[in-house]
C-alpha cells in the first residue's frame, strides 16, 4: 500500500494563481521524488531531493525537502494551463519506488 | 530521445482469459518496474526486477500474476485468469541501477469484461 500520504487529493485554481501539493510520510525518507502525469498520459520524472532542508527550482515550479526528511513539497507559481495533470511524490530509490496517491490540479482559465 | 517501449496500448479481454503484457527498457537500464494503475490513484508496484533477477514481487498477486526478464532486457507481465478487477493501466518503467529516477513507458490499458 501507499506509504507517503499526499494532500490534497484534488485541487483548482484559477490560471495565474499558485498552487502547493504537500508529501509526508511516518518515516524518515533517503530521498523524494516528484513525477507529473497529464491526463491520459504517464507518470514524468521531475526532480528527486536528497539533502535535508533541499530547495530546487524548475522555471515556475519550487521543491522543497523538509529539515527531518519526512515530508517535502511542490509549488508552481503563477499556474498557467499547461500545468494541468496529477503531481505524484514517490519515496525511495532505485530499489524501492513507492508513489503517493497524488494531487490532481485543474487550472481555470 | 530513448524510450520505454510497452504494448499492446490496449486491451480487452473476458474474465478467465490469459493476457500478457510486454516492456521494452531504455538501452542500458538494469532496473525494469510494473507498475499497476487505478484510475485516480498513485502507481503502486507490482513487480521490480534488477536485470534478470526479482528484487521485489511482494505486491504482486502470484496466484494468477507472473513476470520474467528472462535475458535482463525485455520483460513480460502477464495474468491468468483475468478478473474483472484487474481492469487498470499497467505501466512499466525502467532506470540506472542507483539511480532513482524512473522513466515510464506509455502503459497497457487492461480492460476485462
Known amino acids: 500500500g501507499q506509504q507517503v500520504m499526499q494532500i490534497p487529493q484534488y485541487q483548482h485554481v484559477q490560471e495565474g494563481e499558485d498552487f502547493t501539493t504537500y508529501c509526508n510520510s511516518s518515516?524518515?525518507?533517503?530521498?523524494i521524488q516528484w513525477y507529473k502525469q497529464r491526463p491520459g498520459g504517464h507518470p514524468v520524472f521531475l526532480i528527486q531531493?536528497?539533502?535535508?532542508?533541499e530547495v530546487k527550482k524548475q522555471k515556475r515550479l519550487t521543491f522543497q525537502f523538509g529539515e527531518a526528511k519526512k515530508n517535502s513539497s511542490l509549488h508552481i507559481t503563477a499556474t498557467q494551463t499547461t500545468d494541468v495533470g496529477t503531481y505524484f511524490c514517490a519515496k525511495g530509490s532505485a530499489r524501492q519506488l513507492t508513489f503517493g496517491s497524488g494531487t490532481q490540479l485543474t487550472v481555470l482559465p | 530521445e530513448a524510450e520505454v517501449a510497452q504494448s499492446p496500448r490496449y486491451k480487452i479481454t473476458e474474465k478467465s482469459q490469459a493476457v500478457a503484457f510486454w516492456c521494452d527498457p531504455i538501452?542500458?537500464?538494469?532496473?525494469l518496474y510494473w507498475y499497476r494503475q487505478i484510475l485516480g490513484q498513485g502507481p503502486e508496484l507490482l513487480v521490480q526486477?534488477?536485470?534478470?533477477?526479482?528484487?521485489?514481487d511482494s505486491q504482486l498477486p502470484k496466484d494468477r500474476f507472473s513476470a520474467e526478464r528472462l535475458k535482463g532486457v525485455d520483460s513480460t507481465l502477464k495474468i491468468q485468469p483475468a478478473e474483472l478487477g484487474d481492469s487498470a493501466m499497467y505501466l512499466c518503467?525502467?532506470?540506472?541501477?542507483?539511480?532513482?529516477?524512473?522513466?515510464f513507458g506509455q502503459g497497457t490499458r487492461l480492460t476485462v469484461v
Open positions: 518515516t524518515t525518507l533517503s530521498n
Open positions: 518503467a525502467s532506470s540506472l541501477v542507483n539511480r532513482g529516477d524512473a522513466f
Open positions: 538501452s542500458g537500464h538494469a532496473t
Open positions: 526486477f534488477q536485470d534478470e533477477s526479482v528484487v521485489d
Open positions: 531531493l536528497v539533502k535535508s532542508g
